[in-house]
Structures are given as structure tokens and as C-alpha cells.
């Protein structure tokens, strides 16, 4: 019931054509699509950042409870 990030790290260490054939065989096993990074080379780090914090920000909206009136509140930001 939990919200999952899959995540393939070390992209750099492997050659195109051996991360094209796990990719298609955890896809075609799991029907799941990771996201492919590398930490070491910081490759597609942002986008994961970005992934990460739409399932965040998805989450606290579902479990957000509601303000009572008269009190004010502001949006946290990082």
C-alpha cells in the first residue's frame, strides 16, 4: 500500500547493451520501470530527487488533515 521508487544505481559500471538487456528482463519479470542513475557521475540523480518528491507531495496531500478555522498556516518548503 506504500508508494515504491525503483531504482538501478551504477549505470556507469555497465556497457549499453548489458543494462538494455537487464532492464528488459526486470521489465518484462516485474512490470516495473526503474529509474537508471548513477550516483558516482550524479547521471539522472535530479530526476529522481524530482520523483521522489512528487510521491511525497502526493502522499501528504492523501493524509493532510484538515486546518481548523481561524488558524493560519504556510506551505513548508526545503
Given at each position: 500500500a506504500k508508494p515504491e521508487i525503483v531504482v538501478f544505481n551504477?549505470?556507469?559500471?555497465?556497457?549499453?547493451?548489458?543494462?538494455?538487456?537487464?532492464?528488459?528482463?526486470?521489465?518484462?519479470?516485474?512490470k516495473i520501470t526503474p529509474q537508471l542513475i548513477s550516483a558516482a557521475t550524479s547521471k539522472n540523480t535530479?530526476?529522481?530527487?524530482?520523483?521522489?518528491?512528487?510521491?511525497?507531495?502526493?502522499?501528504?496531500?492523501?493524509?493532510?488533515k484538515p486546518v481548523a478555522a481561524g488558524v493560519a498556516t504556510e506551505e513548508w518548503k526545503p
Open positions: 551504477k549505470i556507469d559500471a555497465v556497457d549499453e547493451k548489458t543494462l538494455e538487456k537487464k532492464l528488459k528482463a526486470f521489465k518484462t519479470k516485474l535530479t530526476k529522481l530527487m524530482q520523483t521522489v518528491m512528487s510521491v511525497v507531495d502526493k502522499a501528504n496531500v492523501r493524509h493532510a
